[in-house]
């Protein structure tokens, strides 16, 4: 692939990928050139200072989360989807991933999602976080596996992050059973699972350990944990305090910003423009990579940190902009995100 062009992204001055992809995703691309650079002002302002200090009462901390824990509807999964339940990939209960497949397929692209929570709760079955996705994908070709981790206090977020590189390892050795190509696996991650994707996105390493072999780009929706030392230093929601604790070291050990120390896969970062801390914190992330050959692509979105995770896969500019980034990692990829006969 062709070294890709960059230009320039006036609201946050960080480059933006222009990406390259083939005729089929080419209004895609056009979309994420135009709608990348969303204003900041969007996210100021009295009234979403008020909201992130009413959150920090033990109810509203779901506001910030905005988990959508509701179950999937009874026509889940999709006429044609193969839906192989549980497979696991340690002994803990909460190490278990559910897979959806393509009744007939080979050599097909994965894309291993993540769940949000906090680090302590959450779930792989949430009508959040598969159904619009398993939607959309599994009919154009992809497989999509869903994982859980476990949760706090059992396990804090970097031991979490090394139960998804396991359960990564383990979904690449058994991706042919499934009609999967092992080599075309993307990462996808909400919210505290965005921050444990990107920790092994910019500590490939970390994957490496688990058994785990390279994949070919993160998808991070939403998480103002890129820099955990920042985020700890500041202001903030008691459930970082429960999270990474109160010790500097571990702090720098979970920051996906403080990981970052050579090339790795590329990576897209979505924000919601209504809070005050993503965005701002991806572009930092962003323009540390980019001298690093890290290429880092920001996506400012005005929704909600609940609905970039639970809109994703809903036909329009936001997932044409998700699936144009994907598209330039693997251009069979890009092929099969263009293929018009899914939407009939």
């Known amino acids: 692939m062709h070294s890709p062009s960059l230009r320039h992204d006036a609201a946050s001055a960080i480059p933006l990928t222009a990406l390259r992809v083939r005729r089929g995703c080419a209004r895609a691309a056009a979309l994420l050139a135009l709608l990348a650079p969303l204003a900041d002002a969007a996210s100021a302002g009295p009234l979403a200072e008020r909201m992130i200090e009413r959150s920090a009462a033990p109810v509203g901390e779901a506001v910030l989360e905005e988990v959508d824990e509701a ?3 009874a026509a889940f999964p999709p006429p044609g989807t193969r839906l192989i339940r549980e497979v696991a990939y340690g002994p803990d209960a909460q190490q278990r991933f559910d ?4 009744s007939q397929t080979s050599g097909a692209p994965v894309l291993l999602m993540v769940h949000g929570g906090g680090w302590a709760r959450g779930d792989k079955g949430s009508h959040g976080v598969v159904e619009n996705k398993v939607a959309r994908w599994v009919p ?7 994982t859980n981790y476990r949760l706090l206090p059992a396990a804090g977020p970097v031991e979490q992050a090394r139960d998804i590189a396991r359960a990564l390892a383990a979904a690449q050795s058994k991706a042919a059973a499934w009609g999967g ?3 075309r696996f993307v990462l996808m991650g909400h919210s505290a699972g965005a921050h444990l994707v990107a920790l092994l996105g910019a500590s490939p390493a970390l994957a490496r350990e688990e058994g785990a072999a390279p994949w070919l780009g993160t998808v991070i929706l939403d998480t103002a ?7 700890m230093e500041a202001r903030h929601l008691p459930l970082y305090d429960r ?12 920051s996906p910003h403080h990981a970052l120390a050579g090339a790795a896969a590329p990576v897209l970062g979505v924000c919601s423009t209504r809070r005050r801390d993503s965005c701002p914190q991806l572009t930092r992330f962003a323009a540390k990579a980019a001298p690093l050959g890290m290429r880092v692509s920001v996506l400012k979105q005005n929704l909600s940190h609940r609905d970039i995770n639970r809109d994703l896969g809903l036909a329009g500019s936001y997932t044409e902009l998700v699936e144009a980034f994907i598209g330039t990692l693997d251009t069979g990829m890009a092929r099969l995100l263009a293929n018009p006969q899914a939407d009939r």
């Open 71 to 73: 179950p999937t509807s």
């Open 99 to 102: 897979v959806y497949a393509p």
């Open 140 to 146: 154009r070709g992809f497989i999509v596996v869903s």
């Open 181 to 183: 190509d092992r080599n």
């Open 225 to 231: 944990a890129l820099d955990v030392v920042g985020t």
């Open 243 to 254: 999270a990474f604790g109160s010790d500097p070291a571990y702090w720098r050990a979970a």
